[in-house]
């Protein structure tokens, strides 16, 4: 059973507006930890944003944030001001133990001049 | 320090050959792991290693092997190579202690399986 989905293959975003990158996720288990990484054309994985399933505050990193809503089970990522830069693959992913990492299919940005 | 590294960066071989695939940290962390990541499918776990001395298998471990040679090390073989085993490689690692660690990725190894 698929655990993260990423319902965006792909999205558009005017420099400098924000834009949020859909995330939502299946477990059971209470304990879980929700991350975003960032790919470039270049091929690295960039760690972006964590959001634990006890944190009862959304992450914030920069211009990061993570809309946590538990009961929904959805994990979304906010790119605010976006910057030609931020054009990527953006992957989330969910840790439910402390050995299992389970990914999304990825969601391709394009940030337009 | 380098982080994760990864040899080769590329990778060509025919059906039925073998390669080894390495895979070094310098963060002294605990685990470590392999990872392919195919078109439209995000990244899939092959096998990791909690700790030295020890591995097990992730979701896709068939056609692969792996070895942890010691904390800094593990590598991910190929014994007979097949054009479904074509994708991206990626290593990571981790302190491993809980589950709100994240992982840190090598550059990746293209391995194309003609």
């Known amino acids: 059973a698929q655990k993260i989905t990423q319902t965006q293959p792909g999205m558009f975003v005017q420099e400098k507006e924000a834009v949020t990158l859909d995330c939502t996720y299946d477990?059971?288990?209470?304990?879980?930890?929700l991350f975003w990484y960032k790919q470039p054309s270049s091929g690295e994985m960039i760690f972006l944003i964590y959001q634990g399933s006890y944190d009862q505050q959304n992450a914030t990193e920069g211009r990061y944030s993570l809309n946590f809503q538990k009961a929904r089970k959805s994990a979304n990522l906010v790119i605010s001001a976006s910057q030609l830069g931020d054009s990527a693959m953006y992957f989330c992913a969910m840790r439910e133990d402390v050995y299992d990492m389970r990914f999304g299919a990825g969601t391709r940005l394009t940030v337009k001049p | 320090n380098a982080g994760v590294t990864q040899t080769p960066k590329f990778q060509v071989l025919k059906t039925g050959q073998s390669m080894t695939l390495q895979c070094a940290q310098d963060?002294?962390?605990?685990?470590m792991y392999w990872y392919r990541q195919d078109p439209g499918m995000g990244l899939r776990l092959i096998y990791y290693?909690?700790?030295?001395?020890?591995?097990d298998k992730g979701e896709v471990p068939n056609g692969y092997n792996v070895s942890r040679l010691n904390k800094r090390e593990f590598s991910l073989r190929l014994e007979s190579a097949a054009p479904s085993q074509t994708s991206v490689y990626f290593c990571?690692?981790?302190?491993?202690?809980?589950?709100?660690?994240?992982?840190?990725f090598g550059p990746g190894t293209r391995l194309t399986v003609l």
């Open positions: 290693s909690a700790s030295e001395g020890t591995t």
């Open positions: 477990t059971s288990d209470p304990s879980y930890g």
């Open positions: 990571a690692s981790t302190t491993g202690q809980s589950y709100g660690h994240e992982q840190f």
């Open positions: 963060m002294n962390h605990n685990s």
